[in-house]
C-alpha cells in the first residue's frame, strides 16, 4: 500500500468531515477531497512525500473548494447547504489555519449523517462506505452486486436527499437510536460482502472489511456514557463482524464455497478471534439482546479447536434466547441446523418443521438431514428444490456435490 | 434457442387470506413453490426470476396529471386479489408448464400464465 492509499484509507472520513463542517455541503467536500488524491497521486511521486500527508491533502482540498465557490459566485447557483452551527464551522477553519496539525475529529457527526433516517438503509450502507471510508464507487457497487453507473447515481440520490439535512450531534437521549441505525447500516453493508447473491463471485470480503472498520470507528469517535444495553449491542455487533471476518481465507478453496465443519481452522485469524472474544468477555452475563447472542454463537465456533467439539448445547440455548427476542424464519433455520448437530437429524427436521421460508437454504438444510438419516430419495427432491432456487453458482456447485453423494450412498 | 419463450407466471390471491396464515399453513405453501420449482428444472423448464411481492397496501402509483407525475399509495387497482409474485419461465413447453402451474392454484387464488413478446427479432 503506497503511503497516498494509506492516508486515503485512515483520513479520508476525518478530513471530509473536516470540509464538510467548513463548507456545509457534501458535493463541495467530497469533490475537493477527490481533486486533492488526484493532485497527490500526481505530484508525491516526483516531489516526495510531504511531511504531513493528511494536512497537504487538507489544504489542498480546502484551496480546491474555494476556487469552486468563487466559480460558482460567479455563476450565482443556488445549491443547498447542510445546516452547520457557526462555532463548529469556525473551529474547522481554525484547524484548516493551524495547517491541520491536530485534526478535529468530526466523523461521529459524518457518519450519522450518511446513516441518516431519511434514506433506505441500503442507501445509508452505500453512502456511509463511499463517505466516511472512502471506499470507491466501483467497490460499493461490487460490494451490493450492482453496475458501477447504477451505485453512482444510487449514491447521488441519496446526497441529493440530504441537502438541508442537519450536520450535528442528536441530544444525548436520541443518541442511542440513531447509532443503532449505523450499526444495522453497518451489518448490512457486512453481509452484503458475505452473503453470496447471484452469479460467480464468491465473497467481496475486502470490501465487506471496510464495514467492520467503520463499526470500529464509531465505537472510538462515540461519546463515553452511552446506555449498558446500547454499549453491549455495539461491542457485541463489532466482535460478531470481527469472528465472521476472521474466517475469510477459510471460506474459499479453489473458488468453490467452504462451509464452516469442513474449513481449514488453521486458516482462521486468530488475533481477530482473540480481540472479539475480548470484546465479548464483559458481557458473558449481561443481559440478552440480538448482536449479542448472534455474537455468541459465532464464538462458540470459534474458540471449538475442532468442529466435533462444538458446544451444540450452548448454541441451541443462545438460538432459544435469540427467538424470545426475534422470532423469524431464519433464527428458526439456524436453530434447528444445531438441534440437528446436539440431538441428531432427525430433531433437526423436527424443528424444521412450520419453518416457512421462501427461497433455497430451507430445503438445502433439509435435504443435507434426510442425507444423514439415510432417506437418500427424499433427500434427493429437497436437493433438486434447492438447486431450482438457488442463483449461486458457489452454492450451486456445493449442492449439485452433496446431491451426488446421496447417489453414492 | 427456437421455440423457447419466456412466460411470466402471475401469482394473484387473496392478500388477507395469506395474513391470518398460521407458521405451519405458510410453511406448506413454501413447500408447494418448493416443489413447483423442483418440477420444473426436472422438466425442463427454466426459472430466470421471481419474486414474492409485499402486501399492495406498500404498493406506490406513480400517474402522470398532465403537469407532472404523481405518487399515491395503495395497489393500482382495487380488489380483493392482488398481484402477490410471480415467476419468469423460459419453457419449451406451455401446456406442460400449465400442468405444473395447477400446484400453485389453492383457495386463496389462480395463476395466470402470460407470454411475455420478444423484441429481438424485430426489424430496425
Known amino acids: ?409 | 434457442m427456437t421455440g423457447v419463450t419466456t412466460y411470466a407466471v402471475l401469482l394473484p390471491g387473496d392478500e388477507s387470506v395469506w395474513e391470518a396464515a398460521s407458521p405451519e399453513e405458510r410453511a406448506a405453501t413454501y413447500a408447494r413453490h418448493e416443489e413447483f420449482s423442483r418440477l420444473l428444472a426436472e422438466r425442463g423448464h427454466t426459472i430466470v426470476g421471481g419474486a414474492e411481492l409485499t402486501h399492495s397496501r406498500t404498493a406506490k402509483v406513480v400517474r402522470s396529471n398532465g403537469s407532472g407525475a404523481v405518487v399515491s399509495d395503495g395497489p393500482y387497482a382495487e380488489a380483493v386479489e392482488q398481484l402477490s409474485g410471480f415467476y419468469l419461465v423460459q419453457s419449451d413447453d406451455l401446456d406442460d408448464l400449465l400442468q405444473l402451474c395447477g400446484l400453485l392454484a389453492g383457495d386463496d387464488g389462480g395463476v395466470e400464465v402470460r407470454a411475455t413478446i420478444d423484441h429481438e427479432g424485430d426489424p430496425s
Not at chain 1, 494509506?6 to 467548513?22: F, I, K, T
Not at chain 1, 448490512?188 to 464468491?202: C, H, I, K
Not at chain 1, 468453490?256 to 488453521?266: E, F, M, S, T, Y
Not at chain 1, 424464519?329 to 441446523?337: E, S
Open chain 1, 1 to 409: 500500500m503506497t503511503v497516498l492509499e494509506e492516508v486515503v484509507r485512515d483520513d479520508w472520513g476525518r478530513l471530509l468531515a473536516l470540509l464538510v463542517a467548513r463548507f456545509g455541503r457534501l458535493d463541495l467536500a467530497e469533490d475537493a477531497l477527490a481533486d486533492a488524491v488526484e493532485a497527490a497521486a500526481r505530484t508525491w511521486p516526483a516531489d516526495g512525500v510531504p511531511a504531513n500527508p493528511a494536512a497537504w491533502l487538507l489544504t489542498a482540498a480546502r484551496r480546491r473548494a474555494l476556487d469552486r465557490l468563487r466559480a460558482e459566485a460567479v455563476a450565482a447557483r443556488r445549491v443547498p447547504v447542510l445546516a452547520v452551527e457557526a462555532e463548529l464551522a469556525q473551529e474547522a477553519q481554525r484547524t484548516m489555519a493551524d495547517s491541520g496539525e491536530v485534526l478535529v475529529d468530526e466523523r461521529l457527526r459524518l457518519v450519522l449523517l450518511c446513516a441518516h433516517p431519511s434514506l433506505s438503509r441500503e442507501a445509508a450502507a452505500a453512502l456511509t462506505l463511499r463517505l466516511v471510508m472512502g471506499v470507491t464507487t466501483e467497490d460499493v457497487a461490487r460490494l451490493f452486486l450492482v453496475p458501477t453507473p447504477t451505485m453512482a447515481a444510487r449514491l447521488t440520490r441519496a446526497r441529493k436527499r440530504l441537502a438541508g439535512a442537519r450536520f450535528e450531534l442528536p441530544p444525548p437521549d436520541a443518541l442511542p437510536g440513531r447509532v443503532t441505525f449505523v450499526e444495522d447500516v453497518a451489518y448490512l453493508a457486512f453481509t452484503a460482502g458475505y452473503a453470496p447473491g447471484s452469479g460467480a463471485d464468491v465473497l467481496r470480503a475486502d470490501v465487506a472489511g471496510e464495514a467492520l472498520r467503520l463499526v470500529a470507528v464509531l465505537r472510538s469517535v462515540l461519546p463515553a456514557g452511552l446506555p449498558e444495553r446500547d454499549q453491549a449491542e455495539l461491542d457485541a455487533l463489532l466482535a460478531l463482524m470481527l469472528l465472521q471476518h476472521s474466517r475469510r481465507d477459510a471460506r474459499v478453496r479453489d473458488g468453490a464455497l467452504v462451509l464452516l465443519p469442513d474449513q481449514d481452522r488453521g486458516l482462521w485469524r486468530h488475533d481477530e478471534v482473540a480481540e472479539a472474544v475480548e470484546l465479548l468477555q464483559p458481557w458473558v452475563h449481561a443481559p440478552p439482546s440480538p448482536y449479542l447472542l448472534q455474537a455468541l454463537v459465532a464464538a462458540e465456533h470459534a474458540i471449538a479447536p475442532s468442529p466435533g467439539e462444538t458446544a451444540w448445547e450452548r448454541i441451541v440455548q443462545r438460538y432459544d434466547e435469540l427467538l424470545d427476542l426475534v422470532d423469524s424464519p431464519v433464527v428458526r433455520l439456524n436453530r434447528a441446523v444445531a438441534v440437528a448437530e446436539a440431538s441428531g437429524p432427525q430433531a433437526g427436521l423436527a424443528a424444521l418443521s412450520g419453518v416457512a421460508l421462501p427461497g433455497h437454504r430451507l430445503p438445502a438444510v433439509r435435504a443435507e438431514l434426510l442425507a444423514r438419516l439415510g432417506r437418500y430419495d427424499e433427500a434427493r427432491t429437497a436437493y433438486d428444490a434447492a438447486l431450482a432456487m438457488c442463483g449461486n453458482d458457489a452454492e450451486r456447485a456445493h449442492l449439485l456435490t452433496r446431491r451426488a453423494e446421496t447417489d453414492a450412498g
